[in-house]
């Protein structure tokens, strides 16, 4: 059986679903992929687990800036694979693959070089936490490189149909992360213990793991890869494209990102446990955010390809058969995190002043999670339509929201719970506005679209 998907004729569900359910499980094991980080560090107690919060949310900016060569990378080439042009397609994922790699380099090298401000950001307390802060920071963000090329992949293999090889790729990457956790945070056999440093060593050698695997699989690979002149340098053409798609979902991620490191910021203030909490807590969320990504990706590619091959009624049907799916698992996450939060929470951190902080922030965040995985789908709804500057703009006012809110909110008697139900409020918001907006959008689009096709 072919691993690559035909998106423009056949049957849509089916297609779809076949798209997205590899891509739904590379998500939810690189959400294992986290866990397995948090469940071991959590047993080095919460201040370890604040040391990784803190340099960890330069790891998530740095998935921002990895957004934008992914992004414009993975709709460009689905335009030109859906319109027949191989080719073309490759001219894409080459250039996009030479931008990731330029980016990963850069902001790897300002990370190892100014990790003492970086971390010093967030007025952490204790000097353990903050040394630790700062190794964890250089490793995993001075090698992210990896990290950039691996998500370039997943976006390029998904625009050609092909979601089964981002799977094995990941799970490489877990099986190999969760043998060398406790290895090496802990010192099993020959190897010392090394703590927070270990988990940091851990995550790099299985994401360079994952980079290798990626790199067997484009080379055997007959649609896209194989046409691609990866020693060519890329012509301004292709990078001009790539930007102004990928751009704006680029300053999205990194400004949502900027925001919540404000918020974590605030959180500071109520002690490192706070911001143990948030960072577990964000953790076991990503449950819901991470998988709708993933079937976001697959609606983005789906979209993309149909737009290219100029199938308005696919591209319909599509977006319809995307929002059944992601609604029956936005309402199962919202009954996860509010119904057993206590249980969920206790095998991250067991330390007992910590757990009702963690509680709050999950139910809090539970009423949330339907209309969050509303607006992550609709994003890759917009993104496989070339539109991505109306998810950014939404997301961008709406996350910015967050702030004034809780520094409204913590003055009152919610005080740290003010700071969560910020975030709560402003995906409710975001989830039905990015809906009502597309909605809108694709109307116009489609009938312009027919109206083509019939002249």
Same mark, same amino acid.
């Given at each position: 059986m072919?691993k690559?998907?035909d ?12 798209l997205?359910l ?7 094991i690189?959400?294992a992929?986290?866990l ?5 560090i ?19 900016l740095?998935?921002g800036?990895?957004?934008l060569?992914?992004?414009g ?16 397609a490759a ?5 996009a693959?030479?931008?990731t ?5 850069l ?7 100014f ?6 950001f967030f007025?952490?307390n ?7 802060a ?10 992210v ?5 691996n998500?370039a ?16 790729a ?8 969760m ?26 050698f299985?994401?360079?793991i994952v980079t ?5 699989y484009a ?14 340098r ?7 494209r790539?930007?102004r ?9 990194m ?10 910021? %605030?959180? @500071?203030?109520?002690?490192?446990? /706070?911001?143990?909490?948030? $960072? ?6 990503? *449950?819901? =955010?991470?998988?709708?990504?993933g ?9 993309a ?8 009624d ?26 057993f ?8 951190i ?8 963690g509680v ?12 969050m995985?509303?607006e992550?789908?609709t ?5 496989g ?9 939404c997301?961008?006012? %709406?996350? @910015?929201?967050?702030i004034?809110? /809780?520094?409204?909110?913590? $003055? ?6 003010? *700071?969560? =139900?910020?975030?709560t ?5 975001k989830g ?5 907006w597309f909605?809108l ?11 083509s096709?019939?002249?």
């Open positions: 072919s690559h998907i998106l423009v004729n056949g049957p849509v569900l089916s297609s779809l679903t076949r997205a590899p891509i739904m499980a590379t998500s939810l690189q959400m992929y986290n397995t980080d948090m469940l071991w959590g047993r080095l107690g919460s201040d370890a687990v604040a040391s990784v919060g803190a340099a960890g949310m330069y790891m998530w740095s998935n800036l990895a957004a060569p992914k992004m990378g993975q709709v460009c080439a689905g335009h030109a694979l859906g319109a027949g042009r191989p080719k073309e001219s894409f994922a080459s250039a693959l030479w931008m790699a330029a980016l990963g380099l902001y790897g090298l300002c990370c190892i070089l990790a003492d401000p970086l971390i010093g007025n952490l204790s000097a353990q936490v903050i040394a630790d700062k190794i964890y920071l250089q490793i995993t963000c001075g090698l490189v990896f990290s950039f090329i998500q992949f997943t976006g390029l293999f998904t625009a050609a149909g092909n979601s089964r090889n981002s799977f094995a990941t799970l490489s990457g877990l099986v190999i992360n043998v060398l956790d406790p290895v090496l945070i802990f010192g099993l056999g020959p190897f010392p213990v090394m703590g927070v440093m270990g988990a940091a060593i851990a995550t790099i299985a994401q360079f290798v695997v990626f790199v067997f080379g055997k690979d007959t649609i896209l890869f194989r046409h691609m002149e990866i020693r060519r890329p012509g301004w053409e292709q990078l001009n790539i930007l798609i990928g751009f704006p979902t680029c300053v999205q991620n400004l949502f990102t900027g925001i919540s490191m404000i918020i974590a910021r %605030l959180v @500071a203030g109520y002690g490192d446990a /706070a911001v143990a909490v948030q $960072k577990v807590g964000s953790q076991i969320e990503s *449950i819901s =955010w991470m998988t709708a990504e079937f976001a990706a697959a609606v983005n590619s789906f979209l390809q149909n737009s290219g091959a100029g199938k308005p696919r591209i319909r049907s599509g977006y319809r058969s995307a929002m059944g799916v992601v609604l029956i698992w936005g309402v199962f996450c919202t009954v996860l995190l509010i119904g939060p206590e249980p969920i929470f206790r095998l991250f067991s330390e007992a002043d910590v757990i009702p902080m709050d922030y999950l139910v809090i965040l539970g009423v949330s999670q339907l209309l995985s509303v992550i789908t994003a890759g709804a917009f993104a339509m070339g539109r991505t500057l109306p998810p950014s703009i997301s961008i006012v %709406l996350t @910015a929201a967050r004034p809110m /809780a520094l409204v909110m913590v $003055k009152t008697p919610l005080h740290l719970n003010g *700071i969560w =139900w910020s975030i409020i402003s995906s409710i918001c039905i506005v990015l809906f009502l909605r959008y694709l109307g116009g689009a489609l009938s312009r679209m027919e109206k096709v019939q002249r």
